[in-house]
């Protein structure tokens, strides 16, 4: 008499354990697949960003020998270039605009004190009065 032993015993229901092995190995190729396009993905990002990084530092560079050149800090040539960059080549000086209509006109330092003088005498000194709007 023959006994069958259970481990032994063939197993009849391949197809779903086939099944299961196909979609797992369908899902671990899709995973690879995702994972290499994100590794190229970050490839990339980290070579633009080491490229900026590289080009962040030379202007660093640049502006600190820059800065060395006209004996002040990094800050102060940053504040120097942003002064310039913002201030217009040909704007009114209105010092000097008034320095030279005065010169124009021939008055004299004499004559702007006897006009402050002139301004003086006649200047109210008592406070203003407060406004009333009744």
Do not use: C, W
């Not at 402050?116 to 709007?133: G, I, K, Y």
């Amino acid at each position: 008499m023959l006994r069958t032993n259970l481990s032994t015993r063939p197993f009849y229901n391949e197809r779903p354990v086939h099944v299961f092995i196909g979609v797992v190995a369908a899902a671990v190729v899709v995973m690879t697949l995702f994972n290499l396009s994100q590794v190229v993905l970050l490839s990339r990002r980290h070579s633009e960003l080491s490229g900026r990084a590289e080009a962040a530092e030379s202007r660093t560079r640049d502006l600190k020998v820059r800065a060395a050149q006209h004996n002040r800090s990094a800050e102060a040539e940053m504040r120097a270039i942003l002064e310039a960059a913002v201030r217009p080549e040909g704007r009114l000086l209105l010092g000097t605009a008034l320095s030279d209509a005065s010169r124009k006109m021939g008055l004299t330092n004499a004559d702007v004190e006897a006009l402050e003088q002139a301004l003086e005498q006649v200047r109210d000194r008592r406070p203003a009065q407060p406004m009333t709007f009744e």
